[in-house]
């Protein structure tokens, strides 16, 4: 589902920060207008054009430390990508199989590839890395949008909760979702992400402004406005 918002922010948010550099906590999205893989430094709000995916409407990133490979889920084709982190241009790896839309994707410590659909064919999948093929695990009524894994847990933002829009975590065994704190800020969708020191970053889709996030509280602390447009949608972390 493409989204032509105003200004944003963090991209394919899934947020893709997750290294510590000493320019600041660098982010990978794409621009859901340009289709350009970005570079974004969530400190200061430094957005840098790598160049085009190819694809119309990748809303997925994630990084997998292991293999040095930053991989995305195209929403338009339902396919698995592969992006290069220097031209930018996106590979198809296999098609998902199921229609999948609105989705976080996160790798767990094993090298295991999770991806939450909010929309389409809702729930919680496993994503085979050689030939892009998913597979269903279970679906609760509460289907986040970012996924984010640390310590042995994978977290979850999402604006289906009881509270309407809430943190929460994430069973990988069943998909069942319990929530962990309310939101302050409306969720539409958005980027989530954790980087190496265990600080959670969000990007909300309508907003142009990057969020720190406490998990256990739900507080968000506002820091740097986002100097690219439109908004983007999610992020991955960063090698």
């Given at each position: 589902m493409k989204k032509f918002k105003s200004i944003f922010a963090a991209a394919s948010l899934l947020i893709a920060a997750t290294f510590q550099a000493n320019a600041g906590v660098i982010a990978y999205t794409v621009d859901t207008n340009s289709d350009n893989l970005l570079q974004i430094d969530l400190l200061s709000g430094i957005t840098t054009t790598i160049g085009a995916t190819g694809f119309d409407d990748i809303e997925g990133l994630a990084y997998?430390?292991?293999?040095?490979?930053?991989?995305?889920?195209?929403?338009?084709?339902?396919?698995?990508?592969?992006?290069?982190?220097?031209?930018?241009?996106?590979?198809?790896?296999?098609?998902?199989?199921?229609?999948?839309?609105?989705?976080?994707?996160?790798?767990?410590?094993s090298g295991t590839l999770y991806a939450s659909s909010d929309l389409g064919d809702q729930g919680?999948?496993?994503i085979d890395l050689l030939t892009g093929a998913a597979t269903f695990i279970g679906q609760d009524?509460?289907?986040?949008?970012?996924?984010?894994?640390?310590?042995?847990?994978?977290?979850?933002?999402?604006?289906?909760?009881?509270?309407?829009?809430?943190?929460?975590?994430?069973?990988?065994?069943?998909?069942?979702?319990?929530?962990?704190?309310?939101?302050p800020v409306d969720l539409d969708e958005g980027g989530f992400d954790v980087d190496a020191n265990g600080n959670f970053w969000l990007v909300e889709s309508d907003a142009s402004t990057v969020f720190s996030v406490n998990?256990?509280?739900?507080?968000?602390?506002?820091?740097?406005?986002?100097?690219?447009?439109?908004?983007?949608?999610?992020?991955?972390?960063?090698?």
């Open positions: 997998d430390f292991s293999s040095d490979i930053l991989y995305g889920i195209d929403d338009s084709s339902d396919k698995l990508l592969t992006l290069d982190l220097v031209t930018g241009a996106a590979t198809e790896v296999g098609a998902l199989g199921f229609n999948f839309s609105d989705m976080g994707v996160s790798f767990d410590d919680l999948y496993t009524s509460n289907t986040p949008f970012g996924l984010a894994f640390y310590d042995s847990v994978m977290y979850a933002v999402s604006d289906d909760c009881a509270s309407d829009d809430c943190v929460s975590t994430i069973d990988l065994l069943t998909a069942d979702v319990v929530e962990l704190a309310s939101q998990v256990n509280t739900g507080i968000l602390t506002a820091g740097a406005s986002i100097d690219c447009s439109p908004c983007l949608l999610y992020t991955s972390p960063s090698p």
